[in-house]
């Protein structure tokens, strides 16, 4: 297949969109008196987490997560399982997820309900890209960094056949 990248979103912008979001978890979470942790879904959302947590100004543990994914291919498995599990424990704390990019919503309710099994005080959803028309699952997402259309993206983590997480932007795979 012959494709080219096209930039989406700047490595400016997605700075200041990363910013807002941990401003605005710093508040919503600021009184809590449970632990607070962000547990990321990898690999997708290394680059993102490691940002967003430098900017959230109260204390939280940070943990992650591997379930399957797309595989090599552009198409979403519907069977979720889990690859890697978290090191610690969330029960009786206030936990949110953070995901690079929310698709069908298949991965991220599988992983909220598994979760919500294991009795957090909370549970919420961050991602940084959601993509609302390729919805099949409904899903409460709390913070969203950019809402985009149906494309394939890659960049600031994401992959494509396991290349581009490096770039520091968000780009999108043109086929010609
Ligand atoms: P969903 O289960 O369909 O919501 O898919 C979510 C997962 O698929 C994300 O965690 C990503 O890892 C992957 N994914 C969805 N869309 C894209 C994309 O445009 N580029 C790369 N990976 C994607
Ligand atoms: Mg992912």
């Not at 399982?81 to 978290?86: A, F, G, N, P, V």
């Not at 992983?111 to 991602?127: A, D, F, G, H, Q």
């Not at 890659?154 to 043109?174: A, C, F, M, P, T």
Request: glycine letters at 6%.
């Amino acid at each position: 297949m012959k494709y080219y990248i096209e930039k989406l979103i700047s490595s400016d912008d997605i700075n200041s969109k990363v910013n807002y979001l941990g401003k605005q978890i710093t508040q919503d979470y600021f009184n809590i008196n449970k632990k607070f942790i962000l547990i990321g879904l990898l690999r997708g959302s290394f680059i993102f987490v490691s940002d967003l947590c430098r900017v959230i100004n109260i204390p939280h543990e940070v943990d992650f997560m591997t379930v399957s994914s797309y595989g090599s291919n552009m198409f979403s498995s519907r069977d979720v399982k889990i690859i890697k599990d978290l090191d610690g424990n969330i029960y009786d704390k206030d936990v949110l997820i953070v995901e690079d990019i929310i698709d069908s919503g298949y991965t991220i309710s599988k992983v909220y309900e598994m979760l919500l099994l294991r009795k957090p005080n909370s549970l919420s959803i961050c991602t940084l890209l959601d993509k609302p028309s390729c919805r099949e699952v409904n899903i409460f997402i709390k913070y969203i960094g950019f809402t985009i259309s149906n494309e394939f993206v890659i960049g600031y983590g994401i992959d494509y056949n396991q290349n581009y997480r490096h770039l520091s932007y968000i780009g999108k795979v043109v086929v010609n």
